[in-house]
């Protein structure tokens, strides 16, 4: 079905993103690309997709890549997608309209299908994968996870013979990712080849015939579900991987109650998008020193309360204090600094070195070299932000966030994209920056995340939060 042979590619030349990879994938077979971050899972997504070349003209190909019978570099992309579904990293760049009903039937409109049996697999899709909640509403008011979701909509409604699916679960919650997991198994069983790239590992456990392990841009090693399986903790931590095993969370849930003589305190916080609750009646506290995890399903309003917390958007009611004083959203802004969920909306210069400076006007040449080197990425210092890997990108936007200076750090997924050992630094820093006088704000769905750095967890339920 998929027969990547002898292949390598560069984005840029002599870079070797790829090299040497032989991979090959029958029908049927649900395989897991797993590797840390920049290790060249994502290109070879691209690779089967057809993305690559058709799509880097000045990448440098070598090989030869067939997918159900198809040479890709020859093949028209849209002979591929008639056989190849993908869902990206990032949902967004690839919606074409702003209602869920129009997005879903897209690809099947786009192809030509009969009306008659694009309504037919609209009712069915939305059956099939419980997602009559979204039906009605723009993409715009969706959620990150919604928005992943959604995406994986468009493909399933294609029919395709091959899944490919790049990080899917990046900002999913729990309930979403058990409902991935089942409509990955429903591919399996009508026929279907699934191929993902991803570093939450968990809930692919019973799912995959086999892993494929990367490293540097080489296929390293190959291991059955069983072999995989079996890795000790210390195998996996050696392979930069993350747990195999479902966490639970440790930090105790707070409600809002506990008395913070000087820091920041949230009172009887509520947001509407016009008629629209997201939450109501909200209480907050954090102390400088702590890590405050936010958690709750896709949806809840966790984003939306990020926002809230550093001025970007106006609450409905309630008020935003810092040390006693209450602060104004342009007060806010002032006193804190947010790394969104998207990072590529908060990237805007021209090199990674550049974009540190951008940060603040105070940040040294010496204290941007540290921390790109924590954070592994100081051999990417000249490198355009655009050009990282969706892990390397993450880490860039919590680099300008620490060089920042501001009292009160907000992150809304900050282990996108990111592998064992990247998650590690990530948490080390944040807990060091923490010691600083800082307060950190953590919205994640990510457990391991959470248990390793949160003193403590507040659950955003969407409704009269308490």
Known sequence: M??????????????????????NIGKGECVLLCGESGCGKTTVTKLINGLIPHFEENGELRGKVTVAGLDTAKAELYQLSCHVGSVFQNPKSQFFHTDAESEIVFGLENSGTDPAIIR???????????ISSMLG??????????????????VYAMGADIFVLDEPTANLDEGAIQLLARLIRKCKTD???????????????????????????????????EQFSALTDSERISMGLRTLTKTALIPRIDHGQQNVPKGLEVRGLSFR??????????DLNAGYGEIIGIIGKNGAGKSTLSRCLCGLIKESDGEILL???????????????????DVNHQLFSDSVTNEC??????????????????????????????????????RLAVATAILSGKKILVFDEPSSGLDYRRMES??????????DDRIIIVVSHDYELLNNICDRCFCVTGEKDQ
């Open 2 to 23: 998929i027969e990547i042979k002898d292949t390598s590619f560069d984005y840029v030349k002599g870079q070797n993103t790829l090299d040497h990879v032989n991979i």
């Open 120 to 130: 037919q697999r609209l009712d069915d899709t939305v059956r099939e994968l419980g």
């Open 137 to 154: 509403r723009s993409v715009f008011s969706m959620s990150g996870g919604e928005k992943q979701m959604l995406a994986f909509a468009s």
């Open 191 to 225: 026929g279907k080849t699934v191929v993902i790239a991803e570093h939450r590992l968990y809930f692919l456990m019973e799912l995959i015939d086999r892993a494929i392990y990367m490293e540097k841009g080489r296929v390293v090693r190959e291991f059955t579900r």
């Open 273 to 282: 998008y016009g008629k629209q609750k997201v939450f109501t009646g909200l």
């Open 323 to 341: 040390d006693g004083k209450r602060l104004k959203d342009r007060a806010r802004r002032k006193e804190s600094f947010l790394v969104m969920q």
């Open 357 to 394: 400076h951008m940060s603040s006007e105070d940040v040294s040449e010496e204290r941007a070299d540290h921390i790109l080197s924590l954070l592994d990425l100081a051999d990417f210092k000249d490198k355009h932000p655009m050009a990282l890997s969706g892990g390397q990108k993450q």
């Open 426 to 435: 990530v948490s080390s820093m944040l807990k060091k920056i923490a010691a």
